[in-house]
């Protein structure tokens, strides 16, 4: 079975600009997760989607969004640029199903860079 | 706020060294407690752990819940040095949003 699969894998903006980032789930899971891993802060969740519906977001601004495909497949939109966006950005994808322990498998992320 | 915390930060070994990693948290609603291996990538999964007491192995590592005492460990024993990694220890709370730990970095010398 294919990994987690993310594209692309680096990418270098400038400030006040935005960005999109894709990720695509192992198949047959339902639920992708975002999350930005910095020196500082570590992981930090972003948000979760299952089945085109965001579940859950963390403590990120209006900046950040996202969406689900109905293929699974989900992006992440950071709008308006700063410094501090600089990250990996890491997508995990599990079934997702309600009452189930879903282990969350994490693809090779994105490495973003904003001057 | 919930809040999982590693310790120790950092440890250094020597080939063959048995090494133990801690993780205690405060979660709303605990659902499970996964442990990942991350080296100059993305974490890679080792463990899940729902149930108090019930020992997870694999391999050369292993770990365990204490769900009453809020934390886990993770063992490696006969350290190599391929296990030289940042080990994350997340928890799963009824959000379906993992918490994660700062990490602890390991690195095992020749």
């Known amino acids: 079975k294919a990994g987690v699969t993310q594209t692309p894998r680096y990418l270098i903006k400038t400030r006040g600009q935005q960005v999109t980032l894709s990720c695509s789930p192992i198949?047959?899971?339902?639920?992708v997760s975002w999350y930005q891993q910095t020196p500082g802060q570590g992981l930090q969740f972003l948000f979760e989607?299952?089945?085109?519906?965001?579940?859950n977001k963390g403590n990120f601004p209006g900046r950040f969004s996202g969406r689900q495909f109905s293929n699974s497949r989900s992006e992440m939109n950071v709008s308006t640029l700063e410094l501090g966006d600089s990250a990996l950005y890491l997508c995990?994808?599990?079934?997702?199903?309600?009452?189930?322990?879903?282990?969350?498998?994490f693809g090779p992320g994105t490495r973003l860079t904003v001057l | 706020e919930d809040k999982v915390v590693q310790s120790p930060l950092s440890l250094v070994v020597h080939e063959g060294d048995t090494v133990t990693l801690n993780c205690s948290y405060e979660?709303?609603?605990?659902?499970?407690l996964l442990w990942y291996k991350q080296e100059k990538k993305a974490p890679t999964f080792l463990f899940m752990l729902?149930?108090?007491?019930i020992e997870k192995k694999s391999g050369r590592l292993s770990s365990i819940l204490d769900k009453k005492e809020l934390f886990s460990i993770l063992n490696i024993t006969a350290t190599q040095t391929g296990d030289s990694a940042v080990y994350l220890c997340?928890?799963?709370?009824?959000?379906?949003?993992?918490?994660f730990g700062k990490g602890t970095s390991l690195l095992v010398t020749p």
């Open positions: 995990a994808s599990s079934p997702g199903l309600a009452g189930s322990y879903n282990e969350q498998f």
């Open positions: 198949s047959g899971h339902r639920s």
């Open positions: 989607y299952f089945s085109e519906t965001q579940r």
């Open positions: 979660v709303t609603n605990f659902r499970s």
């Open positions: 729902t149930s108090s007491g």
């Open positions: 997340a928890v799963e709370n009824s959000g379906y949003a993992l918490n």
